[in-house]
């Protein structure tokens, strides 16, 4: 075929690098049989509802609009839970008209539609296959913020801290600027949704969760450093080949250890005040779904509470193991 089209300039044909874009890939179409693919996935944390996702049909029915169909499209409607349950809808109508019945939250949304359109500079018919794929953190919010989760929150802050994969635009074509168009639309549709609140602290506190835990682990050791430096002070006697000495760093490897059991509580405390906070993108479609997130709403917390609670940890550390110094040298 390119020896075809390669040929002297005053023949009929047009040299290959003549070609419109849009020609060379109707003639890979044609050869191949294959079509291209484009991809894009969106990330954020957005709250997408019902009225949401009716708009983002019409947004796609839109754009149809500006291509010649050979027929009406096919549209598919996919709809997972999070026990994986799946329900599948064959057209658009049906999706409205019949209600999603499940009994736990929403996990995902599928919209694929298909259609073949008539494109310039082209006489074969096209196909275009368009894949949308919206994904919900809600199922796993709200298995982690269950009361009996015995789960490391730290853990949950590091995969999901950051801005949540929400959208995944994956596009079969034989024109690019049809793929291109498409995934403009959608990406100007994401713009327009609610974003979720954004508190600077705990994103903070979430970025930094390996220094939290460093700061407490510091914290303990400082707590120790206190004990031996106080005694020092406020003992009257020689320290040096003393029996007090060995039973001053018995009390304060005790001190040390209860204090390392109570620094693993109230870490966990604190990152999983931490965890309450992080919503990523949700799916509202359900009234099981807005209950839930209802109830993750109402769980939330103050990031400046539990910064102080932080800090207030370290300090009552150090302040026991100070007192207990000045006890202990008082005694003897």
Not at 175 to 184: E, Q, V
Request: with cysteine.
């Amino acid at each position: 075929m390119t020896e075809f089209l390669n040929v002297h300039p005053e023949n009929s044909a047009l040299a290959i690098d003549q070609l419109p874009k849009t020609a060379l890939q109707a003639i890979y179409h044609a050869v191949t049989g294959k079509t291209e693919n484009y991809s894009k996935i969106i990330r954020g944390n957005v709250v997408i509802n019902s009225s949401d996702i009716d708009q983002l049909y019409d947004v796609i029915s839109q754009q149809l609009e500006h291509y010649t169909l050979l027929s009406q499209p096919t549209v598919t409607i996919v709809i997972k839970s999070s026990k994986n349950r799946t329900t599948q809808y064959s057209s658009w109508e049906k999706f409205k008209k019949l209600k999603v019945n499940f009994g736990d939250v929403t996990s995902e949304i599928t919209i694929k539609v298909e259609f073949v359109a008539t494109l310039p500079n082209t006489n074969v018919p096209q196909r275009c296959v368009v894949n949308i794929l919206l994904d919900s953190a809600l199922p796993v919010i709200d298995s982690q913020n269950e009361e009996n989760n015995e789960e490391d929150p730290s853990e949950f802050l590091f995969f999901f801290g950051q801005k949540w994969t929400t959208v995944k635009v994956s596009i079969d074509f034989v024109d690019f600027l049809i793929a291109r168009a498409f995934t403009s639309h959608v990406e100007e549709w994401f713009d327009g949704l609610e974003k979720l609140p954004n508190n600077k602290l705990n994103n903070f506190l979430i970025k930094n969760g390996q220094i939290v835990s460093a700061i407490f682990r510091s914290g303990s050791l400082a707590g120790l450093a206190i004990f031996y430096a106080a005694f020092a002070h406020f003992s009257d006697k020689p320290i040096l080949f003393n029996e007090h000495i060995f039973y001053a760093i018995s009390i304060s490897i005790s001190i040390f250890a209860a204090f390392q059991l109570v620094i693993q509580i109230v870490r966990k405390i604190i990152f999983s005040r931490i965890s309450k906070n992080i919503t990523p993108s949700v799916i509202l479609l359900t009234e099981i779904d807005k209950t839930t997130y209802q109830g993750i709403v109402r769980k939330r917390n103050s990031a400046n509470a539990t910064a102080i609670g932080i800090v207030g940890t370290i300090l009552l550390g150090m302040a026991i193991n100070l007192a207990s110094s000045y006890i202990y040298a008082g005694l003897n």
